[in-house]
Nanobody
Framework: QVQLVESGGGLVQPGGSLRLSCAAS????????MAWYRQAPGKQRELVAR??????TNYADAVKGRFTISRDNVRTVTLQMNSLKPEDTAVYYC??????????WGQGTQVTVSS
């Protein structure tokens, strides 16, 4: 089991930046991949960015070139979000996938992009 706690959400103006962090605890050495998802009102949850234990990453087309995912250490993943747009407004969730295929979710953090 892995527990996740997100931080760093908030209100930002269009064009601004935010940095989200997710801290994992528990069986952290079984983590194979860490990711950020988001869910806007009335929409399905979607993958934003993922980083694998190998360091490989993938991004949703909508955030390529603006967002950067990094794994600072074995238990922490961050999402640097630049050039934010109103359509980036959503609840952002941290997710990890373990070696056995099970996954865990954080409680979510609200990101609002508005003038």
């Amino acid at each position: 089991q892995v527990q996740l706690v997100e931080s760093g959400g908030g209100l930002v103006q269009p064009g601004g930046s935010l940095r989200l962090s997710c801290a994992a605890s528990g069986n952290i050495f079984s983590i194979n991949a860490m990711a950020w998802y988001r869910q806007a009102p009335g929409k399905q949850r979607e993958l934003v960015a993922r980083i694998f234990r190998s360091g490989d990453t993938n991004y949703a087309d909508a955030v390529k070139g603006r967002f950067t995912i990094s794994r600072d250490n074995v238990r922490t993943v961050t999402l640097q979000m630049n050039s934010l747009k109103p359509e980036d407004t959503a609840v952002y969730y941290c997710n990890v996938v373990l070696n056995d295929g099970l996954d865990s979710w954080g409680q979510g953090t609200q990101v609002t992009v508005s003038s």
